[in-house]
């Protein structure tokens, strides 16, 4: 059974720039998380989308932003890229039904903003 | 809020010695507890849970026990390998009604295990 996948791995963009980030959660999944692991940071929550809405977001400003499709997988939309935008953007996914709280993380995405 | 504390790091260990990682947590609730693995330049990958109350939790010979009455869940392992050399997170659940969850983490400790 395939995991969690993230596309890009890698992306590199210009202050001022748009980036879209991709994830497509383990099948029968609902629920995408998207966290920021920005270096020295640690692991920040971004935003959790679940059944098509978006259910919570983690303290980012507004140009953070994602949607979530009708087959569960999600896109995570940074506008205005500034400097401490680059980190690594990991994607998450769980199965509702049997909330452990446990999620199931992809590889991630690294975003580096020049 | 929820929160989680690990020891700082970084932990620097030989091959076979034995290893512990702190973390204690603050909660309202009963929160189920986690500790994820991150090797260089991958996701996170689940190590262990503990549930509930006196749970323990194992997995690739790591042990972690929910200590509801000092608030910890601390990692041992008892001979680490060159290969355990990677970062470690502490976590916790932290429930949104009946239908999600947030997990907050600690800072992560790097272990570094020389052969």
């Known amino acids: 059974e395939a995991g969690v996948t993230q596309s890009p791995t890698h992306l590199i963009k210009t202050r001022g720039q748009q980036a879209t980030l991709r994830c497509s959660p383990i099948s029968g999944h609902t629920s995408v998380y998207w966290y920021q692991q920005a270096l020295g940071l640690g692991l920040q929550f971004l935003l959790w989308y679940d059944e098509g809405e978006e259910r919570n977001r983690g303290n980012f400003p507004p140009r953070f932003s994602g949607r979530q499709f009708p087959n569960y997988s999600s896109e995570l939309n940074v506008n205005a890229l500034e400097l401490e935008d680059s980190a690594l953007y990991l994607c998450?996914?769980?199965?509702?039904?049997?909330?452990?709280?446990?999620?199931?993380f992809g590889e991630g995405s690294r975003l580096t903003v020049l | 809020g929820d929160s989680v504390t690990q020891m700082e790091g970084p932990v620097t260990l030989s091959e076979e010695a034995f290893l512990t990682i702190n973390c204690t947590y603050t909660a309202t609730g009963y929160p189920s507890l986690f500790w994820y693995v991150q090797y260089p330049g991958e996701g996170l990958q689940l190590l262990l849970k503990a549930t509930k109350a006196d749970d323990k939790g194992s997995n690739k010979g790591f042990e972690a026990t929910y200590r509801k009455e000092t608030t910890s869940f601390h990692l041992e392992k008892g001979s680490v390998q060159v290969s355990d050399s990677a970062v470690y997170f502490c976590a916790l659940s932290d429930r949104w009604g009946t239908s999600g969850s947030r997990l907050t983490f600690g800072e992560g400790t790097q272990l570094t295990v020389n052969p």
């Open positions: 998450a996914s769980s199965l509702v039904q049997t909330n452990t709280g446990e999620l199931f």
